[in-house]
């Protein structure tokens, strides 16, 4: 009798066991945050002098991306992020049109407008049990509803459709949306973007009880220019860049290679060609020059402080632990309009109705691309290497909080890994529409491994600029002429050296990839521009 009772109850603590092992992991709850044109080093986590302790801390309790790609703009980006394709594929090969601007070249790559041959991370999701909500800027097409967040599988969207607008009073073509609804103009005076996506992120996720997991995509316009921050936070950095961009920018690379973000063989770039030596520039111009810095510097704190918000809020609810959470800039550092001390009127600045180009200029850009060159719409480091970090205590193994992940990856990547992790099917068809299949590939071994086996080719195409990935080697053009430049970006990630006439056979091979590529996802034909694309 004693025998039988041992047997029955190992059975019995084999079975609850068992079941204990087999028990599925419940399916995390996942956060994209997207910043609009920051720059690679501009994160402390990454090397700047920017006090950003909420986004530090995530590096400190995740992983760290070193070669993360973008598409080199804002709106290709989001387009590729959204859908796990190429940019072209989804008819945002350059930009999307917003009023007279037109973007529509007559060809399936470039209608200026996301297309309905891909579908997004919402109508995934929200098929496999979802809630799914967007804050911010979605830039994806807005002149027929349903390219819009709310018919594209947002169950809620809070932000404005644009691309650029006012912090402090978004208004008229660049206004503010409420689900499909269009809103009035803010009052200036307690209205700031970045506090406003976020408060109304929480409340989103807040008011859903069912328990069912969420997906979140937070998308700032912060620190996309126009320069509007709150005082409180622009008198927190001013002064601090009288030192000037070149002390700045070599202050950041030191960082850079004591945190072990770079080898301390890499060379940093020389100062743009087209920006005076910090000595050079008059007293007059150098105090401007520190405000606009400081605006930008404050734009990027309260970002920071507004993740520390979301965070918070999380802890509270005991979410945080099954959270995944990405951070990334959507492009590089922007100079634009490429004058060395800023755009648009220094009265301008912080002026709630002046919502134009008023921006801290290609000396500061240079400082925030630290240590690339070049700048957004270019495929240089500079261009399409982002800052990106990824956090989730119960899916990224604890021997890797903290550290650097050196592979590539891209924002085509993110469609896959959510995919995986929600339990959900990517569709062959979708609202009676073919879907092109997805092109990137699981993040999900950098979570558990800290690595993963290296794609054969990435490749980019913005506003003629392109360049394709293969192993260590980068190769980067102009459309047309297809002067091929290649750089080993494993020992020369700062693309210093063009060793294109040492390895012809190299260059010959990326070459035909790229042109293979082009065609397939529709990056050729360019199609017709009209007169109106650029006014």
């Given amino acids: 009798m004693r025998s039988l009772l041992f047997a029955l109850l190992a059975i019995a603590l084999l079975t609850v066991t068992t079941s204990a092992t087999a028990a599925p992991a419940p399916r995390p709850n996942i956060v994209v945050i997207l910043a ?5 080093s501009d994160l ?11 986004l530090d801390r995530l590096a400190r309790g995740g992983i760290r991306f070193t070669q993360f790609y973008n598409t080199s703009r804002c709106c290709p980006t989001r387009a590729s992020l959204l859908t796990g394709l190429y940019q072209h594929q989804t008819g945002v090969g350059m930009m999307v049109s917003e009023g007279r601007v037109r973007f529509d070249f007559g060809v399936d790559g470039y209608r200026g407008h996301i297309n309905r041959n891909c579908v997004t991370i919402a109508e995934v999701l929200r098929t496999a049990g979802y809630h799914t909500y967007m804050t911010g800027k979605w830039h994806l097409g807005s002149e027929a509803p349903e390219q819009r967040p709310a018919q594209r599988g947002f169950e809620r969207y809070y932000g404005s459709l644009a691309g650029a607008f006012s912090y402090f009073k978004p208004s008229g073509e660049r206004g503010l949306t409420l689900d499909d609804a269009s809103l009035p103009p803010p009052d200036p005076a307690t209205y700031y973007t970045t506090d406003a996506f976020t408060d109304k992120a929480i409340e989103f996720v807040d008011a859903a009880k069912d328990g069912a997991p969420f997906f979140l995509y937070l998308a700032f316009n912060a620190p996309h220019w126009p320069l509007h921050a709150k005082e409180s936070d622009i008198k927190k950095f001013a002064g601090r860049y009288l030192a000037g961009w070149d002390e700045m920018r070599a202050q950041r690379f030191r960082r850079q ?12 770039s ?11 520039v008059p007293a007059a111009q150098q105090k401007e020059a520190d405000y606009r810095m400081a605006v930008y510097a404050a734009q990027v704190h309260s970002l920071d402080e507004n993740v520390g918000k979301l965070l918070a809020y999380l802890e509270r609810t005991q979410r945080l632990d099954n959270t995944l959470i990405v951070f990334l800039s959507d492009n590089g550092a922007c100079a634009e309009p490429y004058s060395e001390l800023g755009g648009g009127a220094f009265a301008d600045i912080n002026n709630p109705d002046k919502a134009g180009s008023i921006s801290y200029g290609r000396g500061w850009a240079n400082v925030s691309d630290t240590p690339f060159r070049l700048y957004k719409n270019n495929p240089t480091e500079g261009g399409i290497a982002a800052p990106c970090i990824a956090h989730w205590p119960k899916g990224i193994a604890s021997r890797l909080a903290g550290t650097f992940v050196r592979d590539p990856a891209h924002v085509i990547d993110f469609m896959p890994t959510f995919v995986e992790l929600a339990g959900a099917k990517y569709p062959a068809m979708f609202a009676s529409e073919l879907i092109h299949p997805m092109e ?8 558990t491994a800290g690595s993963r086996p290296a794609a054969e080719f990435l490749f980019f195409e913005h506003s003629n600029n392109c360049a394709v990935r293969w192993g260590d080697w980068k190769a980067t053009a102009r459309y047309g002429e297809f002067q091929w430049e290649l750089y080993n970006v494993v020992t020369d990630r700062t693309e210093l050296h063009n060793v294109a006439a ?23 034909p360019k199609g017709v521009k009209t007169p109106t694309a650029y006014n």
């Fill in 36 to 40: 609009d044109d920051l720059g690679f």
């Fill in 44 to 54: 402390g986590c990454y090397g700047s002098e920017i006090h950003t302790p909420n």
């Fill in 257 to 268: 290679i004591e945190m072990g973000l770079f080898p301390a063989s890499l060379a940093l």
């Fill in 270 to 280: 020389p100062r743009d060609e087209k920006v005076r030596p910090w000595s050079n």
């Fill in 502 to 524: 040492e390895h012809p056979d190299i260059v010959a091979r990326l070459n035909q990839a790229w042109h293979d590529w082009a065609l397939r996802v529709k990056a050729v």
């Fill in 440 to 447: 990137g590939r699981t993040l999900a071994p950098f979570f």
